[in-house]
């Protein structure tokens, strides 16, 4: 200890007086305590995007480099249902042109451990929060300038009603980001066909939802995908794996069902085109459906079921019983 000391002591001496004093500045500012504000410690911002002073409906972002995950973009995006269907690919793309994007999820921490490797180290922040723990939520857009929902259900549970995960969830993160004041973007994934007159109880209550994001945070982003259809979608396998295990699949009213099916990396494309504009999407609902409209006995006909040979059986609306008996056979 005493040679390290005797060094630095020649090492100062020999110095000319300009670099002593530099080495004296590095040395003060290196002591723990006196950091400065904004340049170490967890509270620090970590780029100019996380500390930017942000002006509400201009849509400014700070961007560095020239493009790639390796880059800035600016956009520092919590993405509240990330670990969902849509949530992967949204993720994915937003990591590639070099955002920050904060996961927060209230299962098991292995759901967004697949995540993590869209971006670089650090790049995909997973954060554990509770859906009904308002300090949590804070938690989880205390560092963001963008707030994506994709939070949504088509059916209720018995610890979640459809008021509460259409609407009640939607108004609620709306109100957070308003008090945030740094929230700059605000983007609510809604569903295609919502509205307060619709026969569903769903689909009323997400016109509700996207009311309340209005009326909360006017320059929000609405968008209105249709069926969504992709590797890990919840429609075709369903159907394909009905059909393999019972070797038929129903069609209710023989299949005249209406959809417009939209791919899902075009509604996660969607999502992050409205991130890049300049501010026109602002306070503007979108409808996104795919290219062409199907029946649901034409979409059947083409859903692969791995080589297996399975039959179509329509059932009619006011018939108690269908016209094939093996399929109670089959059934019971």
């Known amino acids: 200890m005493q040679s390290a000391a005797w060094r630095r002591h020649l090492l100062d001496h020999h110095l000319s007086p300009s670099t002593s004093a530099a080495i004296a500045a590095f040395r003060s500012a290196s002591q723990p305590g006196l950091a400065p504000q904004g340049l170490f410690g967890a509270d620090g911002a970590r780029c100019m995007s996380a500390r930017a002073p942000a002006v509400k409906g201009s849509g400014h972002l700070v961007r560095k480099g020239t493009g790639g995950r390796s880059s800035v973009s600016g956009i520092v995006a919590t993405v509240f249902g990330a670990t969902g269907f849509l949530g992967r690919y949204l993720v994915q793309q937003l990591a590639k042109m070099g955002s920050q994007v904060l996961v927060p999820f209230r299962g098991c921490e292995d759901s967004p451990r697949h995540l993590k490797i869209m971006g670089d180290l650090g790049q995909i922040v997973p954060m554990k929060y509770h859906p009904r723990d308002v300090d949590s939520i804070k938690a989880v857009m205390a560092k963001s300038n963008v707030v994506i929902n994709l939070i949504g259900r088509e059916y209720e549970t018995r610890n979640y009603s459809f008021e509460e995960v259409n609407h009640h969830m939607p108004e609620q993160l709306a109100t957070?980001?308003?008090?945030?004041?740094?929230?700059?973007?605000?983007?609510?994934?809604?569903?295609?066909?919502?509205?307060?007159?619709?026969?569903?109880?769903?689909?009323?209550?997400?016109?509700?939802?996207?009311?309340?994001?209005?009326?909360?945070?006017?320059?929000?982003?609405?968008?209105?995908?249709?069926?969504?259809?992709?590797?890990?979608?919840?429609?075709?396998?369903?159907?394909?794996?009905?059909?393999?295990?019972?070797?038929?699949?129903?069609?209710?009213?023989?299949?005249?069902?209406?959809?417009?099916?939209?791919?899902?990396?075009?509604?996660?494309?969607?999502?992050?085109?409205?991130?890049?504009?300049?501010?026109?999407?602002?306070?503007?609902?979108?409808?996104?459906?795919?290219?062409?409209?199907?029946t649901v006995h034409e979409l059947v006909t083409v859903t692969p079921t791995c080589g297996d040979e399975y039959v179509l059986i329509c059932i009619c609306e006011g018939k108690k019983r269908c016209d094939h008996d093996w399929v109670y056979d089959r059934l019971s």
Request: aromatic content about 8%; glycine content about 10%.
């Open 176 to 294: 957070i980001a308003k008090e945030h004041g740094g929230i700059i973007r605000f983007i609510q994934v809604s569903c295609l066909g919502a509205s307060p007159s619709s026969e569903s109880r769903m689909l009323r209550t997400k016109a509700a939802g996207e009311q309340s994001v209005f009326k909360e945070f006017p320059e929000a982003t609405i968008m209105r995908p249709a069926t969504m259809i992709g590797t890990e979608d919840r429609i075709l396998n369903r159907w394909a794996q009905f059909a393999k295990n019972w070797g038929f699949l129903p069609l209710v009213g023989g299949g005249s069902t209406k959809i417009q099916p939209v791919y899902v990396i075009d509604v996660a494309a969607a999502i992050v085109n409205s991130l890049k504009d300049d501010g026109t999407s602002m306070g503007k609902i979108y409808e996104l459906g795919g290219p062409e409209i199907y």
